[in-house]
């Protein structure tokens, strides 16, 4: 029986949650929002993971309500022994209930969503949910985290399943307005992920739907990421094996680009900092090939070893762990921590490695030989920079001429904006506080990073001039004690070019100075749109939607200017709206942003036409909007 006491308990939990829903679901903006439908899905994803569910349908309606309906095996709806209750009211209304009763093998929640829908529940206005089981379709509603009904049958039903939705309380959100292109991403992601399964997204609003399923699970996954690069090698190799309940799968592509793009995650969550899943992979493939190599004769006695970073140029892969007791660390809950699982990917990818390559030979020696020319061409680009450090023409330390350096040598005190454009760099230099703000004006067009040897890439003037200002080094010489500044902010203008600029920067910190984006010391500036006049104020406007705003609220008359480009404020005015720390906008860049650039930069930089056209047509908004 549920006594009055825990039922005290659990109205103060979900009170909590709605006086503090930051705790619990990181913000109550996009993110948060992002937060809750994910929670949703997670359950669904769970179903699927377990082998019961092979469709999951997400649909946004117009008045913001989200469903998530799946075909698995149904919420359980019985009568829970201890509680008293049925288990639908109980999951929904009881903080941390989800474990009480599954027993599900494994779980994609563990560290980042996890909360538990009553976390959504005490988050909405509205939610019902309605279980198919039984031959009977079961229904209750919420609302605030407290039932509006009770668990009743409302209809026949021919399968089972799961459909549950939600209206997100306004009392609660800022603005309900849902991130498509993150929330796309995602079920994306998730449906390579789980191969094979139906993923169906619905935007009602603009009468859209995508269907993302991928038969090919994550081997697809990888082809995709690769498909702008030449495989060195026909099919990607892949590698599957299971040991004490932990799934290992790896898919990978060695390609002769110069980049490496490896993608980990533990129960579908993208462990973009890395853990022992990632360092048992990496182990293995370096101490693999390197026996290997040396067994057939193909690294000659005199031939130092191959290092790892030298193996990975220019791999694509994914690897993919399902484990029943995820650990996830860091602050952001991002790196797996399971201490027995870098040895079993290791174990099993090198098992694996020695079948495939017995079959294929071939792919082996060029994986190999691609890596001793990637060595060769390392040691020769350490090589011509230390002579031009010993010719003191360009030591490193020689900062770039037309850096406009701050007075503070305080790196966590001081910022650097790095602006497109000699005539924006000319206001910024004018307009800034000199004692903490450097400016680095760039010229001319940034270097294609996707195409470009890392040794070119030093000769490029531009990011050349860039990774001086940072004082960091790149790569191998990376050392983010040296870094000079603590922000590093982007200006463009708010055009189709400066999207481009922004693009690229972004693409060219993800692959080589991806340290500086996970520390958050990476941001992107956001000039105003608008200046209106309205007798004697002055007030500036950042997008259109403030300008409808302003428009409902000012019938009578205004002078309006928009800006075309940054250049086109004086430097009083660029200092006002831009850069004065008490008054501007500035974004920080996720780790995740600088991965969706890249993955734009490589389909506007790849040689396809007809995907290229079809991507643009697709992310118009993206591109224009700059929403990066
Ligand atoms: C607990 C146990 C079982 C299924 C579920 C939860 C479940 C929850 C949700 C939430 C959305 N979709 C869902 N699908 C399943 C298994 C019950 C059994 O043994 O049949």
Redesign the pocket.
């Known amino acids: 029986m549920v006594y009055e006491a825990d039922q005290i308990k659990v109205l103060e939990d979900l009170e909590a949650v709605r006086v503090r829903p930051g705790m619990y679901i990181g913000s109550t903006g996009q993110a948060g929002l992002m937060h809750l439908i994910e929670e949703?899905i997670d359950?669904?994803i769970?179903?699927a993971l377990?082998g019961?569910?092979t469709e999951i349908h997400v649909t946004v309606h117009p008045d913001n309500s989200v469903t998530?309906w799946?075909n698995?095996?149904?919420?359980?709806v019985g009568i829970h022994k201890e509680a008293g209750i049925n288990?639908v009211e109980l999951?929904m209304t009881t903080l941390h209930a989800?474990g009480k009763?599954?027993?599900?093998s494994y779980r994609v929640s563990g560290g980042l969503h996890g909360v538990g829908?009553s976390v959504v529940n005490a988050l909405s206005e509205y939610m019902r949910?309605e279980v198919r089981?039984n031959g009977k379709i079961y229904r209750q509603e919420f609302s605030r985290g407290q039932k509006l009904t009770e668990l009743e049958v409302v209809g026949e039903a021919a399968d089972?399943?799961?459909t549950?939705t939600f209206l997100p309380d306004p009392e609660i959100f800022d603005e309900v307005k849902y991130n498509f292109s993150k929330l796309s991403h995602r079920l994306r992601e998730l449906s390579y992920l789980n191969g094979g399964l139906l993923i169906i997204l619905t935007n009602e609003v603009a009468g859209v739907t995508r269907r993302y399923q991928a038969k090919g699970g994550i081997v697809s996954f990888v082809k995709e990421l690769a498909q702008n690069k030449s495989p060195l090698h026909s099919e990607p190799l892949y590698v599957h094996g299971t040991e004490s309940g932990i799934e290992i799968e790896i898919a990978m592509q060695f390609t002769d680009s110069y980049d490496e793009s490896i993608f980990a995650f533990a129960n579908n969550i993208n462990t973009v900092d890395g853990g022992t899943h990632l360092t048992g992979f990496k182990t293995a493939l370096t101490k693999f090939l390197n026996d290997y190599g040396r067994d057939k004769k193909i690294l000659r006695k005199n031939d130092s070893n191959l290092r790892g970073d030298d193996i990975r140029e220019g791999l694509v892969a994914i690897i993919s762990v399902k484990i029943p007791e995820p650990e996830f660390e860091g602050q952001t809950k991002t790196k797996l921590g399971n201490p027995e699982v870098a040895s079993i990917v290791a174990g099993i990818l090198q098992e694996e490695l020695g079948l495939y390559f017995k079959k294929h030979p071939k792919v082996a020696r060029v994986i190999i030989e691609k890596s001793v020319t990637a060595s060769r061409a390392r040691a020769a680009a350490a090589k011509a920079r230390k002579m031009v450090r010993r010719k003191g023409a360009l030591a490193s330390t020689t900062l770039p001429g037309k850096l406009a350096d701050c007075s503070s040598t305080d790196p966590t005190k001081s910022e650097l904006f790095i602006v497109e454009g000699d005539s924006a760099g000319g206001s910024a230099k004018q307009g800034r506080d000199r004692t903490f703000q450097a400016i680095l004006p760039l010229r001319g067009k940034v270097l294609n990073v996707e195409k470009a040897r890392l040794a070119k890439l030093l000769d490029n003037k531009e990011l050349h001039s860039i990774i001086t200002a940072l004082g960091t080094g790149i790569r191998d010489e990376f050392n983010l004690d040296k870094l000079r500044y603590h922000k590093l902010i982007l200006m463009a203008d708010a055009d189709v070019d400066g999207a481009h600029i922004r693009t690229l920067l972004l693409t060219f910190f993800y692959r080589y100075l991806r340290m500086l984006v996970e520390h958050g010391y990476v941001y992107i500036a956001q000039p105003p749109l608008y200046q209106v006049k309205d007798g004697k104020k002055t007030l500036y406007l950042y997008s259109d939607e403030e300008l409808d705003a302003f428009r409902a609220e000012h019938t009578g008359k205004f002078a309006l200017k928009r800006f075309k480009g940054l250049g086109e404020m004086n430097p009083h005015e660029l200092w006002e709206t831009t850069m004065n720390p008490e008054k501007r906008i500035l974004k920080q860049v996720e780790i995740r942003d600088a991965l969706e650039a890249d993955e734009v930069f490589s389909t506007l930089m790849g040689s396809d036409v007809a995907q290229r056209r079809d991507f643009i047509r697709e992310n118009s908004d993206k591109i224009t909007t700059l929403d990066i």
Do not use: H, L
Not at 72 to 76: A, D
Not at 101 to 104: C, E, G, L, P, S
């Open positions: 949703i359950n669904s769970d179903e377990a019961y569910c998530v799946d698995g095996r149904g919420m359980p288990a999951v989800g009763f599954d027993n599900k829908v949910v089981r089972t399943g799961t549950i």
